[in-house]
């Protein structure tokens, strides 16, 4: 599976972007899907994931109720968006999958797509 991740840029506090994660195979419908980010100096953190089904999502401490992950399987992509944004946001945003939803919770990943920079100004 290769992941190509897109929509990240510059925005303001308070502003908002979409994320999309598009993927390559078929196969990528029987996958759990997760979003993931790293600021410079620091470990990368889980932003949130879904299951293969949409049916259950997961979200981090720091951004529940403001990001919301969705897919969908008929164009193989994953979207991430994000709500008022916060210049702690700034990060680069990974997407990554993996068919144990546990393991992709914790960043053990199958599969990892090359970042996009989210920027958020104050």
């Known amino acids: 599976v290769q992941l190509q991740a897109s929509g990240g840029g510059l925005v303001q506090a308070g502003g908002s972007l979409r994320l999309s994660c598009a993927a390559s195979?078929?196969?990528?419908?029987?996958?759990?899907v997760g979003w993931f980010r790293q600021a410079p100096g620091q470990e990368r953190e889980f932003v949130a994931a879904?299951?293969?089904?949409?049916?259950?999502?997961y979200y981090g401490d720091s951004v529940k109720g403001r990001f919301t992950i969705s897919r969908n399987n008929a164009n193989y992509t994953v979207y991430l968006q994000m709500n008022t944004l916060k210049p702690e946001d700034t990060a680069v945003y990974f997407c990554?999958?993996?068919?144990?939803?546990?393991?992709?919770?914790?960043?053990?990943?199958?599969?990892w797509g090359q970042g996009t920079q989210v920027t958020v100004s104050s």
């Open positions: 990554a999958v993996e068919k144990n939803r546990e393991l992709l919770r914790r960043g053990e990943a199958s599969y």
């Open positions: 195979g078929r196969t990528f419908s029987t996958y759990n």
């Open positions: 879904i299951t293969w089904s949409g049916v259950d999502t």
